[in-house]
Every structure is written in C-alpha cells, then in structure tokens.
C-alpha cells in the first residue's frame, strides 16, 4: 500500500547550524502536508503545514518545501537550537479525507 | 487552557481484562481521533469520529471499540486486550471536519502482559 516514509531515522547536528529532515510520499492525491515535532514524553505538536498548490512556506525559523514532482517533503530549520531536539514527522492527507498518514519520523538531536 | 486529556497516562494490565482509555477536549472540536505509537511504525490512526455518533474505522481498528455520545469525549475500549495492543496511545482533536491542524493529548502508555 501507499506509505508515507523518511530518509534518515537520525540526525544530529551541530547548534547554529541549520537542519533538513526529508520526507517521501508515494500517494500521488496526497495534497495537504504537516510536520509535526515530539518531545519526550508529549504528544506530537503542529509545526507547519503546506497544500499542494504551493512549493514552499515558512514560518519562525522553519521552512516546508513541497516538490510534488518526486513526492518529496523537507522541513528545514534554521540556526537549530538545543530545544529543537525531538522526533520529526511529516504527515498527509488528501483535503477531502480524514487519514492523515504519518511516517516513521526522523530524531534530531542538536549537539552543544 | 486548551488541551486534549487522557487517562490514564500508563496502565499495565494482562489479557482479556476490559479496559477503557479516556480522552476530553475542551476546545469544541468535531473531529477526533486515536493513533497508537509503535517503534519504527509511526503512528497509526484506529478510529476517527467527524462528529457527534460518527465514527469511521482508520489504518487499524482491530480489537479496538470507540464511541462518540458527547462532542468533548471519544473513549478508546479495548474488550480483550492482548500483547499485541502494548502500545503508545494517543488522542488527537482538530476544529472541523476535515484535515488541519492536529491537537494531541499526552498518550497513553498501555502493557498488556
């Protein structure tokens, strides 16, 4: 079946310096995109979003980029702090729909 | 204070013994929803209800019952629980009947031994 997947489970950076977490869709309809960060021990929370009809969005210091051509998703944070360290997870949907599908996520951990 | 409540937050229990996992909101949301957490899966969606006395089965609804009688509540009821619903639960609520922004409880960490 269709899945929603990522690139890399870990990833570790240094602080300042900027992340990218990827993601990979294989649903084609798919036209809404979340991402969503986890701490330890909470729920996940809304980063940002985007809809198919836009390629990019940004927020305070994230960015989602949208490439529908390759179905790929990528959530860039810029000049990463150590409050950024949690689990990633892009999620989607098609707008008229109700399962949002959400990957494996992806750790990111911000190195002093 | 805006937020999604569950309980309890961690229970261990042992086959085939009912069990009831709560979940409130206090945002007048109409959709709600329950994922469960697994290592390396992400997380799945069991059940959804758009609104009051809806609900719709998601990814994984097997051994899982829900009901909607109130707006604010969508309990998750496990008749017979078995080792494999050990699990991180969680509870989620969104304002309208489609996707949007997704408001999650805390979870809900279950055993089953």
């Known amino acids: 079946g269709e899945s929603v997947g990522l690139h890399l489970p870990t990833l570790s950076v240094q602080e300042g310096d900027n992340s990218i977490i990827n993601c990979a869709y294989s649903?084609?309809?798919?036209?809404?995109f979340i991402w969503y960060k986890q701490e330890s021990g909470k729920g996940p929370q809304f980063i940002i979003d985007?809809?198919?009809?836009?390629d990019k969005r940004q927020g305070q210091r994230v960015t989602v980029l949208l490439n529908k051509t390759v179905k790929h998703l990528s959530l860039q944070i810029a000049a990463t702090q150590p409050g950024d360290s949690a689990v990633y997870f892009c999620?989607?949907?098609?707008?008229?729909?109700?399962?949002?599908?959400f990957g494996a996520g992806t750790r990111l951990t911000v190195k002093p | 204070e805006a937020q999604v409540t569950q309980n309890p937050r961690y229970l261990i229990t042992v086959t085939g013994k009912k069990l009831t996992v709560t979940c409130s909101q206090n945002?007048?949301?109409?959709?709600m929803s329950w994922y469960r957490q697994d290592p390396g899966l992400g997380l799945r969606q069991i059940y959804y209800?758009?609104?009051?006395?809806?609900?719709d089965k998601g990814d994984v609804p097997e051994g899982y019952k829900v009901s909607r009688k109130e707006k604010r509540n969508f309990p998750l009821i496990l008749e017979s629980p078995s080792p494999n619903q050990t699990s991180l639960y969680f509870c989620?609520?969104?304002f309208g009947a489609g996707p949007g922004e997704l408001f999650f409880g805390e979870g809900s960490r279950l055993t089953v031994l």
């Open positions: 989620a609520s969104s």
């Open positions: 649903n084609s309809a798919s036209d809404y």
């Open positions: 985007i809809r198919s009809n836009m």
């Open positions: 999620a989607e949907t098609v707008w008229a729909r109700n399962d949002m599908r």
């Open positions: 945002m007048n949301h109409e959709y």
């Open positions: 209800s758009m609104n009051v006395e809806v609900t």
